[in-house]
C-alpha cells in the first residue's frame, strides 16, 4: 500500500501524458477527500506540465456548513498558491432529484470555464456506484459505460484523474501527509439513492462478491467499448439516409430490428436525447408501423419524435414563463394559454408566444427580431415583393386565416396552403404573418396575397424568415 501511495502522483503524471491538459488546468474543489488530494497532487505537477491552474468551488447553497466550506478551499488555495473561484449557484429541481439538480447546476458552472481543461475527483468508487445506479436504472450500453476518464465538456476537456484510484487508498494518501478536508453531511443521508448504494448496497456486494467495486469498474470500460462499437455501426447504416429532412423510415424498414433501433438511439443521441431501451422500441413501432396517413408521436420529454413525409423527424419541446410584452414565451397556437408549448427540430425551431404577446410592429427596419419565433429580415426592391407603408403589423398564426397567392384564383385557407407546401404540422400553426390594415398581406413559406404583390416599376420589399437557431 506504502507503496502504491508513493507513486500516485507518478500515475496521475502518467494520466496527463496520455491527456495534455493544455496551459490553463482547472479543478472542481469541493473541499472533500476526493478533490482536496487532486489539488495537492496537481499543485506538486505544476512545474513538470508547466500549466497554470485554478481552482472552482461551486457554493451550492444547500448546507447551512456552505459558507464555512468555501472558506475552507479559500485558505487552502491560499495555501498552495492556487488562484480560486468561488461560484454561486441557485439548485432547481425542476422535476429531478436533488443530487441531479445540483449536478446540473455545477456542469453548467463547469462548461462556463475559460480554461483549456477541468479535472474532477470522481474515483473507482464512485464508477462502480455509477455502473451499478444506471444498471438499477435500465440504462443503456453508453449509461453503463459511466464516466470516462477524459471526454469534451462543451470547448473545454473534462479529465477524471483518479478513476481507477479506490477511495480506500486516497483517504490514506492524505492521511499520511495530514491534509484537512471538509466532510459534507449529506454524504450519510441515505434518503439520497447515490448515499444508498454507498452505504447499503455496495457493503453487502463485497460481502458476498469480493473485490465487486473493481468489477463493475473495469465492466465500465468494457461498456464503453461496445457504446463504441454500436455507434460505429450507427454511423455506417445512417451514413447515406441521415439529412436535413431527418431519418428515412425505409431505411430502418430496411435494416432488422436490432440495427434499426440501434440507428434510431445513435439519431436521438446525437441530438442530445439519451434514452431507455423499452422507449426505443415503442418509438420504433409506432414510426414503423403507423399508417401512412397518420401522424405517430413519442415522447421523450424534452422532445417528441414525429413522421413525417416519409421521415422521422425530432421536435424540441421547451416549456417557457411568460414573456414580458414583444418577448415571445412558448404556445402551440389553438391550445390554451395554460397548455401552450414551444416546438423546434434540427430543420425547424419554433417557439410561439403566449397570448398577450403575439403581436410586433414594423416601422421600416430590415430586421425585425420576433424574439424565439426567429427574425423577419425587409429589403427594398423595384418591380419585386410586397406593397408596404411605413408601418405594418406583425402577428403569429391563430388558425382560420385566409390568402390568394395567385390574383386570378379564389383566396384559399392559409391551413391547405401550408399542407400543400408540406410545412411540417408543428410548424403551420406558428408562422409570422403580416397585417395591413386588418388584411392578410403575407405568411411567411407561402408568400404574399395577390393584392399586396407590387407591379413593374413599383416599390416593394422582399421579406424573409430566418427560423430560430
Same mark, same amino acid.
Given at each position: 500500500?506504502?507503496?502504491?501511495?508513493?507513486?500516485?502522483?507518478?500515475?496521475?503524471?502518467?494520466?496527463?501524458?496520455r491527456?495534455?491538459?493544455?496551459?490553463? +488546468?482547472?479543478?472542481?474543489?469541493s473541499?472533500?477527500?476526493?478533490?482536496t488530494?487532486?489539488?495537492?497532487?496537481? *499543485?506538486?505537477?505544476r512545474g513538470? /506540465?508547466?500549466?497554470?491552474?485554478f481552482?472552482?468551488?461551486?457554493?451550492?447553497?444547500?448546507?447551512?456548513?456552505?459558507?464555512?466550506?468555501?472558506a475552507?478551499c479559500?485558505?487552502?488555495?491560499?495555501d498552495?498558491e492556487?488562484?480560486?473561484?468561488?461560484?454561486?449557484?441557485e439548485?432547481?429541481r425542476?422535476?429531478?432529484?436533488l443530487?441531479?439538480?445540483?449536478?446540473?447546476?455545477?456542469? @453548467?458552472v /463547469?462548461?462556463?470555464?475559460?480554461?483549456?481543461?477541468?479535472?474532477?475527483?470522481?474515483q473507482?468508487?464512485?464508477q462502480?456506484?455509477?455502473?451499478?445506479?444506471?444498471?438499477?436504472r435500465?440504462?443503456?450500453?453508453?449509461? +453503463?459505460?459511466?464516466?470516462?476518464?477524459?471526454?469534451?465538456?462543451?470547448?473545454?476537456?473534462?479529465?477524471?484523474?483518479?478513476?481507477?484510484?479506490p @477511495?480506500?487508498?486516497?483517504?490514506a494518501y492524505?492521511?499520511?501527509?495530514?491534509?484537512?478536508?471538509?466532510?459534507?453531511?449529506?454524504? *450519510?443521508?441515505?434518503?439520497?439513492r447515490r448515499?444508498?448504494?454507498?452505504h447499503?448496497?455496495?457493503?453487502?456486494?463485497?460481502?458476498? /462478491?469480493?473485490?465487486?467495486?473493481v468489477t463493475?469498474?473495469?465492466?465500465a470500460?468494457?461498456?464503453?467499448?461496445?457504446?463504441?462499437?454500436?455507434?460505429?455501426?450507427? @454511423?455506417?447504416?445512417g451514413?447515406?439516409?441521415?439529412?436535413?429532412?431527418?431519418?428515412?423510415?425505409?431505411?430502418?424498414?430496411?435494416?432488422?430490428a436490432?440495427?434499426?433501433?440501434?440507428?434510431? @438511439?445513435?439519431?436521438?443521441?446525437?441530438?442530445g436525447?439519451?434514452?431507455?431501451?423499452?422507449?426505443?422500441?415503442?418509438?420504433l413501432?409506432?414510426? +414503423?408501423?403507423?399508417r401512412?396517413?397518420?401522424?405517430?408521436?413519442?415522447?421523450?420529454?424534452?422532445?417528441?419524435l414525429?413522421?413525417?413525409?416519409?421521415?422521422?423527424?425530432?421536435?424540441?419541446?421547451?416549456?417557457?414563463?411568460?414573456?414580458?410584452?414583444?418577448?415571445?414565451?412558448g404556445?402551440?397556437?389553438g391550445?390554451?394559454?395554460?397548455?401552450?408549448?414551444? !416546438?423546434?427540430?434540427?430543420?425547424?425551431?419554433?417557439?410561439p408566444?403566449?397570448v398577450?404577446?403575439?403581436? $410586433?410592429?414594423w416601422?421600416?427596419?430590415?430586421?425585425l427580431?420576433?424574439?424565439?419565433?426567429?427574425t423577419?429580415?425587409?429589403?427594398a426592391?423595384?418591380?419585386?415583393?410586397?406593397?408596404l407603408p411605413?408601418? *405594418?403589423?406583425?402577428?403569429?398564426?391563430?388558425?382560420g386565416?385566409?390568402l390568394?397567392?395567385?390574383?386570378?384564383?379564389?383566396?384559399?385557407?392559409?391551413?391547405?396552403?401550408?399542407?400543400?407546401?408540406?410545412?411540417?404540422?408543428?410548424?403551420r400553426e406558428?408562422?409570422?404573418?403580416? !397585417? +395591413?390594415?386588418?388584411?392578410? *398581406? $403575407?405568411a411567411?413559406?407561402?408568400?404574399?396575397?395577390a393584392a /399586396?404583390?407590387?407591379?413593374?416599376?413599383?416599390?416593394? $420589399?422582399?421579406?424573409? $424568415?430566418?427560423?430560430?437557431?
Open positions: 500500500m506504502s507503496l502504491r501511495h508513493h507513486d500516485l502522483s507518478a500515475r496521475v503524471a502518467c494520466f496527463l501524458r491527456h495534455p491538459p493544455g496551459q490553463r +488546468l482547472a479543478i472542481g474543489y473541499g472533500g477527500l476526493d478533490s488530494v487532486l489539488l495537492h497532487l496537481f *499543485a506538486g505537477l513538470e /506540465f508547466a500549466f497554470h491552474l481552482a472552482v468551488h461551486v457554493h451550492h447553497g444547500l448546507s447551512p456548513q456552505a459558507d464555512a466550506w468555501a475552507h479559500r485558505r487552502q488555495c491560499a498552495l492556487v488562484p480560486l473561484r468561488v461560484e454561486r449557484v439548485v432547481h425542476a422535476g429531478q432529484g443530487e441531479a439538480a445540483a449536478r446540473e447546476a455545477r456542469y @453548467r /463547469f462548461a462556463a470555464l475559460d480554461v483549456d481543461a477541468l479535472a474532477l475527483a470522481q473507482r468508487d464512485d462502480a456506484e455509477t455502473v451499478l445506479l444506471q444498471l438499477l435500465g440504462a443503456g450500453m453508453k449509461g +453503463l459505460a459511466a464516466m470516462p476518464e477524459a471526454r469534451a465538456l462543451g470547448s473545454l476537456k473534462l479529465l477524471r484523474p483518479l478513476l481507477d484510484v @477511495r480506500e487508498e486516497i483517504e492524505a492521511r499520511a501527509r495530514g491534509w484537512s478536508w471538509v466532510d459534507d453531511e449529506s454524504n *450519510a443521508d441515505i434518503a439520497l448515499n444508498a448504494a454507498r447499503r448496497l455496495m457493503p453487502i456486494l463485497e460481502d458476498l /462478491f469480493p473485490g465487486a467495486a463493475l469498474a473495469q465492466a470500460a468494457q461498456f464503453a467499448e461496445s457504446a463504441a462499437l454500436l455507434d460505429v455501426l450507427a @454511423r455506417q447504416d451514413a447515406a439516409a441521415i439529412g436535413p429532412e431527418g431519418l428515412p423510415v425505409t431505411r430502418l424498414k430496411e435494416l432488422d436490432a440495427r434499426a433501433r440501434n440507428l434510431l @438511439r445513435h439519431y436521438l443521441e446525437l441530438r436525447i439519451p434514452v431507455q431501451r423499452e422507449r426505443l422500441r415503442v418509438a413501432e409506432q414510426m +414503423l408501423d403507423a401512412e396517413d397518420a401522424q405517430p408521436r413519442v415522447d421523450f420529454g424534452v422532445a417528441t414525429r413522421r413525417f413525409q416519409g421521415h422521422v423527424v425530432l421536435v424540441r419541446l421547451k416549456s417557457t414563463p411568460k414573456p414580458p410584452q414583444d418577448r415571445l414565451g404556445c402551440s397556437a391550445a390554451s394559454p395554460a397548455r401552450r408549448r414551444c !416546438y423546434s427540430t434540427s430543420l425547424f425551431q419554433v417557439n408566444p403566449a398577450d404577446a403575439r403581436t $410586433w410592429h416601422r421600416g427596419e430590415a430586421e427580431d420576433l424574439g424565439a419565433a426567429g423577419l429580415y425587409f429589403s426592391a423595384v418591380g419585386r415583393g410586397v406593397r411605413a408601418r *405594418a403589423m406583425v402577428r403569429l398564426r391563430a388558425g386565416e385566409k390568394r397567392p395567385e390574383a386570378l384564383r379564389p383566396a384559399r385557407t392559409l391551413k391547405n396552403l401550408l399542407r400543400e407546401a408540406a410545412v411540417p404540422p408543428w410548424l406558428c408562422l409570422p404573418l403580416i !397585417y +395591413l390594415e386588418g388584411r392578410l *398581406a $403575407w411567411a413559406e407561402i408568400g404574399a396575397d /399586396f404583390q407590387v407591379g413593374p416599376e413599383e416599390a416593394g $420589399w422582399l421579406i424573409s $424568415w430566418r427560423r430560430p437557431e
